[in-house]
């Protein structure tokens, strides 16, 4: 899952959907983390970790690796994160309306508030996401990705960011492979994400995570 799955999956307590968003600028044991994020942050950063671990293996997450080309087949995982990602944003409205807590039902409102609640972290904010946050707030990456010719976009970004060539040309044009199997991904997608929302669940109850207004 990318960003946007991350966060939705944060649940209700903000905090939670922050750490879920920015999860993967957080390197190393969460014990250790630097730059003095809140402990409910922390928390929602370790929720993306184990929602990371459950996809690896679940069943529906496998089956859209298996859709992937094998030529592309070894960033898959990359591929997959934000086709879901994709079906998310466009099937916002429903997906909200069955979140725990009371999301925003546009997804305009509630990727803005992702965003300034990143941007208040102010120096606790990881570097590597503070240097892309403006650009992200004004492009809004994450209501696009509603759009499949901006997750071919995303990906072709994400391919000049590798120093293997081989994994460059693996990711660049990859976009193209979501609209081959549309409606098996989607499928997939939709058989992922009801089970990603009980483990979260399951998570929170867990920890006994507190609840929250929505923002």
């Given at each position: 899952?990318?960003?946007?799955?991350?966060a939705y999956?944060?649940?209700?307590?903000a905090?939670?959907?922050?750490?879920?968003?920015?999860?993967?600028?957080?390197k190393?044991?969460?014990?250790?983390?630097?730059g003095?994020?809140?402990?409910?942050?922390l928390?929602?950063?370790?929720?993306?970790?184990?929602?990371?671990?459950?996809?690896?293996?679940?069943?529906?997450?496998c089956r859209?690796?298996?859709?992937i080309?094998p030529?592309?087949r070894?960033?898959?995982g990359?591929?997959?994160?934000?086709?879901?990602?994709?079906f998310?944003?466009?099937?916002?409205?429903e997906?909200?309306?069955?979140?725990?807590g009371?999301l925003?039902?546009?997804?305009?409102q509630?990727?803005?508030?992702?965003?300034?609640q990143?941007?208040?972290l102010?120096?606790?904010?990881?570097?590597r996401?503070?240097?892309?946050?403006?650009?992200?707030r004004?492009d809004?990456?994450l209501?696009?990705y509603?759009e499949?010719?901006?997750i071919?976009?995303?990906?072709?970004?994400m391919?000049?960011?590798?120093?293997r060539?081989?994994?460059?040309?693996?990711?660049?044009?990859?976009?193209?492979?979501?609209?081959?199997d549309?409606?098996?991904?989607?499928?997939?997608?939709?058989a992922?994400?009801?089970?990603a929302?009980?483990?979260a669940r399951?998570w929170?109850?867990?920890?006994?995570?507190?609840s929250?207004?929505?923002?």
């Open positions: 899952m990318n960003f946007l799955a991350h999956l944060g649940g209700e307590v905090e939670h959907r922050l750490g879920g968003f920015l999860g993967d600028f957080v190393g044991p969460l014990d250790n983390a630097p003095g994020l809140p402990a409910e942050v928390a929602g950063v370790e929720l993306h970790r184990r929602l990371d671990s459950f996809a690896e293996t679940h069943p529906a997450f859209s690796r298996e859709r080309s030529a592309r070894r960033v898959a990359i591929m997959v994160d934000l086709f879901y990602d994709h998310l944003a466009r099937d916002w409205a997906w909200s309306a069955l979140a725990a009371d925003p039902r546009g997804l305009a509630f990727s803005a508030g992702l965003y300034a990143a941007e208040a102010g120096p606790a904010l990881p570097q996401l503070a240097a892309i946050l403006p650009r992200m004004g809004d990456w209501a696009s509603r499949p010719e901006i071919a976009l995303a990906l072709d970004r391919a000049q960011r590798f120093t060539p081989s994994a460059r040309m693996a990711l660049c044009g990859a976009g193209a492979e979501l609209l081959q549309y409606a098996g991904f989607a499928a997939d997608c939709r992922f994400l009801p089970d929302q009980a483990f399951r929170r109850q867990a920890r006994g995570a507190p929250a207004p929505p923002y």
